[in-house]
């Protein structure tokens, strides 16, 4: 078992080395993760240090990105920001991939009226368009980082699910199943210990797609003005804050779009990078 | 095929009702009480008493919920809305018309330039267009509705000065909020047209009709295209569901006059009732698109048995 994953690891990594846009997606991450880490020694201002004498002065060498209208630094707040989209896009991807993937490995595994009531309700789910989902459930939780994570982590429990459900369901039939339940496994030791590790293809690449999915549902809830509050810098709210000021100081609402942009293109080349590489029906 | 149109219809009903159970349920436990939003802040106790009573919301949850089901299905009363003093249904018919126009066009416009993107993409697969064609869907997909819509009115609005940044009631006031509400769907229908063009454009009947002499035109368009329709069907489908949902985001922008401007200032007010209606309607507009899609499904591609 350790041997074979250890090759599949092996091969999607070397299959993933000659995709140059995944790697730049890579990369991308990682430079955006450091910066979240470190972005107290990384930012040159503080993300609420105000400057009555730079209100909303464009790019200039002191703010490389110009500052807002309380004459804070956007480079600054950008890279503040950064932890709250990382932070959203892991913690909500988490929820979804642990609430969606029980429930889609319950009713793959069990079948029958379970299956029917589990993949019923999340037929009901998907009757709401996910994004008007998130705002309600978003309105009904309050703002907060932590609603926002529920909220964006809610609407995705459905996709997750049926994808889990539909790899238990052909991994279920196979013959190593059977040889685990004839040696006593139980129900719980089958799903976790043989099924779980050989669904994680696809789970990893919907994982990736979502994550950018997930930034992009904090990014609009707040600009909407459903997420995070200020003076916390988010990117959407950033964005919000600037529209007023669209004709007059077009940089403030340039930057944080960007930054969303590029979150997103480095995560949508990573997953689709990451398909490549793990889809089996590609594999020569 | 009326058979599997009813038996689809039927099934849309619990579907429905469910809908309308959880959005009851979580705007019924989210904090904030409506006696207080509907009267204001400065009224007596008494008066909210009284106010609670009228209204029944003294009553438990399941009672409420019962009400609720029983009024909107059997009476088409889908509450009062007590920030705007009118119902929620006539509210919403005032709305929807507005919401419906932007979300069809947009859906329209996005067709149009997402198929023949994605077919262009494809026929010359590896050239110069392609890899801009996949460049700008890569950008289209990545990039945020509200953002696109900043930079749409900072183009054409205040720099070229072409069209309003605001209103959808006159034609040029319509150009903006349909492109930003577009720039994602051109994308993904651009993405699933190229890739399912390409599958296509391998197949043997393609061979065939390009070594029977037929003329390229005629083979891609005749042969090649509807036999990659399905996927693009689907996914227009859903992008019209997408676009109602993210209606609310470009109503925003554009201050337009629709369901998602109505909700979005209904749950700055904690307007429940508004909240449940808005969402109820988008949900139904997009279960039916989404059968309809279904249902055009067996039109086109004769080999789909409808059991």
Sequence with gaps: ????????????????????????????????????????????????????????KPPSEAHLLGTDEFGRDILSRLIFGSRVSLQVGLVAVSISLFAGGAIGAIAGYYGGRIDNILMRIMDVQLAIPTILLAIVISAALGPGL????????????????????????????????EAARA?????????????????????????????????LFAATLSFLGLGIQPPFPEWGGMLSAARPYLRNSAYMSIFPGLAIMITILALNFLGDGLRDALDPKQKR | MLKYVIR???????????????????????????????????????????????????????????RYLYKAIFQGDLGYSYVMKSSVSSELANRIPTTIKLAFWSVVFSTLVGIPMGVISAI??????????TLITLLGVSMPTFWFGLLVILAFSV??????????????????????????????????TRSSMLEVIRSDYIRTARAKG?????????????????????????????????????EAIFSISGVGRLMLEAINMRDYPIIQG????????????????????AFVDPRIHVK
């Design chain 1, 1 to 56: 078992m350790a041997a074979k994953s250890n090759s599949l690891w092996k091969y999607t990594l070397i299959r993933l080395r000659r995709n140059y846009l995944a790697i730049f997606g890579f990369v991308v991450l990682l430079i955006l993760i450091f910066v979240a880490i470190f972005a107290e020694q990384v930012a040159p201002f503080g993300y609420a240090e105000q400057d009555y004498m730079m209100i909303r």
């Design chain 1, 146 to 177: 932590f609603n926002l994570m529920v909220a964006v982590g809610i609407t995705s429990i459905p996709r997750f699910a049926r994808l889990m459900r539909a790899s238990v369901l052909s991994i279920k039939g196979m013959e190593f199943i």
């Design chain 1, 183 to 215: 040696m006593g496994a139980s129900h719980t030791r089958i799903i976790l210990m043989y099924i779980l590790p050989n669904c994680m293809a696809p789970l990893i690449v919907q994982s990736t797609l979502s994550v950018a999915n997930a930034i």
């Design chain 2, 8 to 66: 689809r219809i039927l099934q849309l009903i619990p579907v429905f009702l469910s809908v309308m159970v959880i959005i009851f349920t979580i705007l019924y436990f989210t904090p904030g009480d409506p006696a207080r939003i509907a009267l204001g802040q400065e009224v007596t106790q008494e008066a909210i008493d009284a106010f609670r009573a009228e209204q029944g919301l003294d009553d438990p949850y399941i009672v409420q919920l019962g």
């Design chain 2, 124 to 133: 010359k697969q590896y050239s110069l267009l392609d890899s801009f064609v």
């Design chain 2, 159 to 192: 720099h070229l000065g072409w069209f309003p940044s605001m209103g959808f009631s006159t034609v040029s006031e319509m150009v903006l909020p349909i492109l930003t509400l577009s720039g994602s769907s051109i994308a993904i229908i651009a993405r699933i």
């Design chain 2, 214 to 250: 037929q003329k390229e035109r005629v083979v891609i368009f005749r042969h090649a295209l509807p036999n990659a329709m399905i996927p693009i069907m689907t996914i227009i489908g859903m992008q019209f569901g997408m676009l109602l949902g993210g209606s609310i985001i470009t």
């Design chain 2, 278 to 297: 808005g969402v109820l309607f988008i949900s139904i507009a997009f279960s039916l698109i989404n059968l309809v899609v279904d249902i055009l499904y």
